[in-house]
């Protein structure tokens, strides 16, 4: 029998060989022997390739010179093919030709950034799901009207009736009016005048909505879709927004025009520099509405430079001073053929001060605003720090600003929230810091949600970080939202009870007189009410006076034929009335109507009339 054909086995390729040898049980053999071997077997004609399977005769086997070190060698001429132990070979080059079978392209991230129609309709859908949260939170806060409320709706009121009818006005609303009263109480009336209370604060809730989907619009083109949407949801959540949305006053439809002219700001950034005059009679008139709103004005003018810079340069400063400039003269004419500069003294540069600490006032902001206060600050920073706004290397507009313009940009906006908080505590008086608030937030939102993002992270890294802040900021102003409609009484049984003594010409003493001529103003008017924060009594010889001696002297001669304290606007002053109708035999005590407040604490209204 004789013996098979030796085949020849391709040996084992080791990767990491780098001097050519191979290794077997005593070490180290030259490569050179090897080769020599397979030179020999070349020259007989036989050998282990695949050059043509030319095979030695039967019968008659090779003289194979065999590494004498090498193990498992076969020892006789008829034994089969030697097994060599692992050797490594030199790593052979690849050829140059083109291989047949390429790998694709992978790209270097799974999406970009880029517009596009889906992106659109998704963010539009997720904003239409925040503003319904909004609109819900606001609509379940139910009570009568505020003092605030009443007031600027019974004005307008007398207003349209005067433009009407010429019946007299009652006061000089100018000299004491936070915005103009040709304005907003006069279009809150006319919604009034057809829905009601709720019709009125319908149109507050439209307003805030349209600022909440502005603020999403503007901070879009500023940064990216998730970044508006967190701030469209932070700003819908806080106790301002929730409160101003279902609040018949000023503030609501400033808030939304400060918001559309942000937008207009950020949409003409590319336009031709005159463009940006569209801006200027949306701040006049939202200055006109909230005197208030011109501390947000210089904010405007900055950020007119801040988002054309990319596009202009330095020309830029000429789109921020024609907006500066174009708002200054459009004011000074309404100054000029308007009488409110009175009340912009009266309630703005000249207003009163307070008592209230600045630490309180301090404490208080914070409680309100501060954590979307802190998620501005947070992301004004990471902004500096890192400008680009996405994961994807492919993303739309990867070249971004420079770390001075984004440092400038977080400052301006994030810094604007603080401008409310400065002038209370300059003015020592928390009167209506929950509102002013909201101006603030308004432009911060922007780098909280730079903010929240960031702390969220990469391909949305770490979700329950952001989803626990936003549930944070939720629960504090759905808790705050029902305190503060909590703070005042429903005047519903005092309106029932006070009714059947109005009189067309009687004298009435009220600590929120406003609230019965509201709801009472087919049988009185504001003229025949004075108010427990202030007096000008007459005496019989003409003589004017004010403060507790006013009022002691007019209870103590009849002036009054109604005394109504509830003890919550002036409790100090109320008491001393109390005092000083029960010491007066003049008065009596006709009803004491207990109330509750959601908020916490209990009361009673307490109505007095003249006996003779």
Same mark, same amino acid.
């Given at each position: 029998?004789?013996?098979?054909?030796?085949?020849?086995?391709?040996?084992?390729?080791?990767?990491?060989?780098?001097?050519?040898?191979?290794?077997?049980?005593?070490?180290?053999?030259?490569?050179?022997?090897?080769?020599?071997?397979?030179?020999?077997?070349?020259?007989?004609?036989?050998?282990?390739?695949?050059?043509?399977?030319?095979?030695?005769?039967?019968?008659?086997?090779?003289?194979?010179?065999?590494?004498?070190?090498?193990?498992?060698?076969?020892?006789?001429?008829?034994?089969?093919?030697?097994?060599?132990?692992?050797?490594?070979?030199?790593?052979?080059?690849?050829?140059?030709?083109?291989?047949?079978?390429?790998?694709?392209?992978?790209?270097?991230?799974?999406?970009?950034?880029?517009?596009?129609?889906?992106?659109?309709?998704?963010?539009?859908?997720?904003?239409?799901?925040?503003?319904?949260?909004?609109?819900?939170?606001?609509?379940?806060?139910?009570?009568?009207?505020?003092?605030?409320?009443?007031?600027?709706?019974?004005?307008?009121?007398?207003?349209?009736?005067?433009?009407?009818?010429?019946?007299?006005?009652?006061?000089?609303?100018?000299?004491?009016?936070?915005?103009?009263?040709?304005?907003?109480?006069?279009?809150?009336?006319?919604?009034?005048?057809?829905?009601?209370?709720?019709?009125?604060?319908?149109?507050?809730?439209?307003?805030?909505?349209?600022?909440?989907?502005?603020?999403?619009?503007?901070?879009?083109?500023?940064?990216?879709?998730?970044?508006?949407?967190?701030?469209?949801?932070?700003?819908?959540?806080?106790?301002?927004?929730?409160?101003?949305?279902?609040?018949?006053?000023?503030?609501?439809?400033?808030?939304?025009?400060?918001?559309?002219?942000?937008?207009?700001?950020?949409?003409?950034?590319?336009?031709?520099?005159?463009?940006?005059?569209?801006?200027?009679?949306?701040?006049?008139?939202?200055?006109?509405?909230?005197?208030?709103?011109?501390?947000?004005?210089?904010?405007?003018?900055?950020?007119?430079?801040?988002?054309?810079?990319?596009?202009?340069?330095?020309?830029?400063?000429?789109?921020?001073?024609?907006?500066?400039?174009?708002?200054?003269?459009?004011?000074?004419?309404?100054?000029?053929?308007?009488?409110?500069?009175?009340?912009?003294?009266?309630?703005?540069?000249?207003?009163?001060?307070?008592?209230?600490?600045?630490?309180?006032?301090?404490?208080?902001?914070?409680?309100?605003? =501060? *954590?979307? &206060? !802190? %998620?501005?600050? #947070? /992301?004004?920073?990471?902004?500096? @720090?890192? +400008?680009?706004?996405?994961?994807? $290397?492919?993303?739309?507009?990867?070249?971004?600003?420079?770390?001075?313009?984004?440092?400038?940009?977080?400052?301006?906006?994030?810094?604007?929230?603080?401008?409310?908080?400065?002038?209370?505590?300059?003015?020592?008086?928390?009167?209506?810091?929950?509102?002013?608030?909201?101006? =603030? *937030?308004? &432009? !911060? %939102?922007?780098? #909280? /949600?730079?903010?929240?993002?960031? @702390?969220? +992270?990469?391909?949305?890294?770490? $979700?329950?970080?952001?989803?626990?802040?936003?549930?944070?900021?939720?629960?504090?102003?759905?808790?705050?939202?029902?305190?503060?409609?909590?703070?005042?009484?429903?005047?519903?049984?005092?309106?029932?009870?006070?009714?059947?003594?109005?009189?067309?010409?009687?004298?009435?003493? =009220?600590?929120?007189?406003?609230?019965?001529?509201?709801?009472?103003?087919?049988?009185?008017?504001?003229?025949?009410?004075?108010?427990?924060?202030?007096?000008?009594?007459?005496?019989?010889?003409?003589?004017?006076?004010?403060?507790?001696?006013?009022?002691?002297?007019?209870?103590?001669?009849?002036?009054?034929?109604?005394?109504?304290?509830?003890?919550?606007?002036?409790?100090?002053?109320?008491?001393?009335?109390?005092?000083?109708?029960?010491?007066?035999?003049?008065?009596?005590?006709?009803?004491?109507?207990?109330?509750?407040?959601?908020?916490?604490?209990?009361?009673?209204?307490?109505?007095?009339?003249?006996?003779?």
């Amino acid at each position: 029998m004789t013996s098979r054909p030796d085949h020849y086995t391709p040996q084992p390729y080791d990767p990491y060989e780098d001097d050519g040898s191979w290794f077997n049980s005593d070490g180290r053999a030259p490569r050179q022997q090897y080769q020599q071997e397979q030179y020999q077997q070349a020259e007989h004609g036989y050998g282990y390739g695949y050059d043509g399977g030319q095979h030695p005769p039967q019968g008659q086997q090779p003289q194979q010179p065999y590494a004498p070190a090498v193990p498992q060698q076969p020892q006789s001429g008829h034994d089969d093919q030697p097994t060599y132990a692992l050797r490594t070979v030199q790593y052979q080059q690849v050829p140059d030709d083109e291989p047949g079978y390429h790998i694709p392209e992978t790209p270097d991230a799974g999406w970009d950034d880029t517009p596009s129609r889906r992106r659109s309709w998704v963010s539009r859908g997720v904003l239409a799901v925040v503003l319904l949260i909004q609109a819900v939170l606001s609509l379940r806060l139910s009570n009568t009207a505020f003092q605030d409320e009443a007031l600027y709706l019974a004005a307008g009121h007398n207003i349209m009736e005067h433009w009407a009818n010429g019946t007299p006005l009652h006061s000089g609303y100018e000299s004491y009016f936070s915005g103009s009263p040709m304005l907003y109480p006069v279009v809150a009336a006319v919604v009034d005048g057809y829905f009601g209370l709720s019709g009125a604060r319908l149109l507050s809730l439209v307003c805030m909505l349209g600022a909440t989907a502005l603020l999403y619009s503007f901070t879009r083109r500023m940064f990216n879709e998730r970044v508006a949407l967190v701030a469209a949801a932070l700003f819908a959540v806080t106790q301002p927004t929730i409160v101003l949305g279902w609040f018949a006053t000023y503030d609501a439809p400033a808030i939304f025009l400060l918001a559309l002219a942000a937008w207009i700001v950020v949409r003409t950034n590319k336009a031709p520099a005159i463009a940006v005059l569209l801006a200027a009679p949306v701040m006049v008139l939202a200055v006109a509405v909230k005197y208030a709103s011109a501390l947000y004005v210089p904010t405007l003018v900055v950020l007119a430079a801040l988002t054309a810079w990319h596009h202009k340069g330095w020309r830029c400063l000429l789109r921020a001073s024609l907006l500066g400039l174009g708002t200054a003269a459009l004011a000074g004419v309404g100054l000029m053929y308007t009488d409110v500069l009175a009340g912009v003294k009266q309630t703005t540069t000249n207003r009163a001060h307070g008592t209230d600490t600045a630490v309180s006032l301090v404490q208080k902001s914070a409680e309100w605003g =501060g *954590l979307m &206060f !802190a %998620a501005a600050v #947070a /992301g004004a920073v990471a902004y500096t @720090l890192r +400008g680009r706004m996405n994961e994807s $290397p492919r993303s739309h507009g990867l070249a971004g600003p420079g770390w001075r313009w984004r440092a400038l940009t977080g400052l301006v906006l994030a810094g604007t929230a603080l401008l409310a908080p400065a002038y209370q505590i300059h003015l020592s008086t928390s009167v209506s810091l929950y509102k002013h608030l909201d101006f =603030g *937030l308004l &432009f !911060a %939102a922007p780098m #909280a /949600g730079v903010g929240v993002i960031r @702390l969220v +992270g990469k391909h949305f890294r770490y $979700p329950q970080l952001g989803i626990l802040l936003w549930v944070t900021a939720l629960c504090l102003g759905v808790s705050q939202s029902e305190w503060r409609f909590g703070l005042w009484p429903d005047s519903t049984p005092l309106v029932k009870a006070i009714e059947p003594y109005m009189k067309p010409k009687g004298k009435y003493l =009220g600590a929120t007189y406003e609230v019965p001529v509201y709801y009472l103003r087919d049988k009185t008017d504001q003229d025949q009410w004075t108010s427990t924060y202030g007096i000008g009594y007459s005496d019989r010889n003409g003589t004017i006076h004010h403060g507790q001696e006013g009022y002691r002297l007019a209870i103590q001669a009849g002036y009054f034929d109604l005394v109504v304290l509830d003890g919550i606007a002036t409790p100090d002053l109320e008491d001393y009335l109390e005092q000083q109708v029960t010491r007066n035999g003049s008065y009596r005590l006709v009803g004491k109507i207990p109330f509750e407040l959601s908020s916490g604490g209990t009361g009673s209204y307490q109505i007095w009339t003249k006996t003779s």
